[in-house]
């Protein structure tokens, strides 16, 4: 079944504490992407890759870092996480050559 | 850069009425346009899209025309129900990236 895999979907944590929410995705796809979305704000591009070593800058990089050593694999690194990266995140993918683009089913994220 | 702009909510109708949520965008070359709905404490789910100039996309009742000439994507209904109650979301999609959202509707739906 074609995925779009987020872990993981709930969590707390504290400010400063390091977090990874990893995505993964079984449809080969090269384009990836994080989301992020506030009430009000609708959903803002964090970073997207469009392919293995290939990432760039969304609308909202500050706080986030990403890497794509894989091509599966996409994860959204917050070195130190403040209350203001309080939000629900969205992973998503599709081919270079298709729109059709998958969504993951989402990461709440709280930090206190 | 790209943008999406659409009507900011909430917007409350009685069960069966039209529905009307406007959107447009800003983009350079000829992007793809979504509809995504996203019901209460779910996931992201696409509604409809269209991929060209006045391609019509539909689905469960719901119709948006891409217009090119007007660079609008509006979303309609023509009888809502309760079950329609959700967030809707206007998205395009150019070269070279993913999506670019829209802040969201919220649709409420009275019995």
């Known amino acids: 079944e074609a995925q779009v895999t987020q872990n993981p979907r709930y969590l707390i944590t504290v400010t400063g504490k390091k977090l990874t929410v990893t995505c993964s995705q079984n449809?080969?796809?090269?384009?990836m992407s994080w989301y992020r979305q506030d009430p009000g704000l609708g959903l803002r591009q964090i970073y997207y890759?469009?392919?293995?070593?290939?990432?760039d800058k969304g609308d909202v990089p500050e706080g986030y870092k990403v890497s794509r050593k894989e091509k599966r694999n996409f994860p959204l690194i917050l070195e130190s996480p403040s209350p203001n990266q309080t939000s629900l995140y969205f992973c998503?993918?599709?081919?270079?050559?298709?729109?059709?683009?998958?969504f993951g089913e989402g990461s709440w994220l709280t930090v206190v | 850069g790209n943008s999406v702009t659409q009507m900011e909510g909430p917007v409350t109708l009685s069960e069966e009425a039209f529905l009307t949520i406007n959107c447009t965008y800003t983009?350079?070359?000829?992007?793809?346009l979504f509809w995504y709905v996203q019901y209460p404490g779910e996931g992201l789910q696409l509604l409809l899209k269209?991929?060209?100039?006045?391609d019509k996309g539909s689905n469960k009742g719901f119709e948006a025309t891409y217009r090119k000439e007007t660079t609008s994507f509006h979303l309609e209904k023509g009888s809502v129900q309760v079950s329609d109650s959700a967030v809707y979301f206007c998205?395009?999609?150019?070269?070279?990236?993913?999506?670019?959202f829209g802040g969201g509707t919220r649709l409420m739906v009275k019995p």
């Open positions: 890759s469009m392919n293995v070593e290939v990432t």
């Open positions: 449809m080969n796809h090269e384009y």
């Open positions: 998205a395009l999609s150019a070269l070279g990236n993913m999506l670019t």
């Open positions: 998503a993918s599709r081919p270079s050559s298709g729109n059709t683009i998958y």
């Open positions: 269209a991929t060209k100039a006045d």
């Open positions: 983009a350079t070359g000829y992007p793809s």
